[in-house]
Every structure is written in structure tokens, then in C-alpha cells.
């Protein structure tokens, strides 16, 4: 009996996280209204104003943290670079205890 629960909330747990992914963007490689796709290094800028946006976009309806209108791979790695440096990436867990 215990078998099957286990199995049960494994395969609950495994369709609710695969549930949460996120979906194909379907505006990657369309440009803006201005004519511009973003690319890596306005997600590098992107990633690293992460949270000002973020709080700035809860109180505004014109303001997102993320570009839809990108070039995809590199917007993305860009972006997570950006937010990697700021919030102080792994070299930090490194660093040597004294």
C-alpha cells in the first residue's frame, strides 16, 4: 500500500512541475513596434535590472522584466548572465571559510 502512495504523489508531483514549464515565446525573432529584437547584450542589461523592474511592473502595467521580442538563445543566456552577476553568481560558494 505504501508503494502505490509513493508512486501516486511521485507522478502528482511530476505532472504538476511539468504543468508550471513555460510555453514556446511566439513573438522570438518578430521585431518591436520600433523595429528592434533584442539580443544578448540587452539581456545582459535586462538580467542585471531584474529587480527594479520587477517591482516597478507590479504597480505599472507598461513595464516587463522580460522582452518578448528577442533573438531567443542568446536574449535568454544574456538575461540569466545578468541576473547571475547580480544577484553574485557562484563565486561566492567558492570562496574558502575561515
Given at each position: 500500500?505504501?508503494?502505490?502512495h509513493l508512486l501516486g ?34 539581456g545582459l ?54
Open positions: 500500500m505504501k508503494k502505490t504523489l511521485l507522478s502528482l508531483g511530476a505532472l504538476l512541475l511539468t504543468s508550471c514549464a513555460a510555453g514556446p515565446n511566439t513573438a522570438t525573432h518578430m521585431a518591436a513596434s520600433d523595429g528592434s529584437v533584442a539580443g544578448f547584450w540587452l542589461w535586462h538580467g542585471m535590472i531584474t529587480p527594479i523592474t520587477f517591482i516597478i511592473s507590479l504597480f505599472s502595467d507598461n513595464v516587463s522584466f522580460y522582452e518578448i521580442h528577442n533573438n531567443g538563445g542568446w536574449y535568454n543566456f544574456g538575461f540569466v548572465l545578468g541576473a547571475g552577476i547580480l544577484f553574485g553568481g557562484s563565486g561566492s560558494a567558492s570562496s574558502r571559510r575561515s
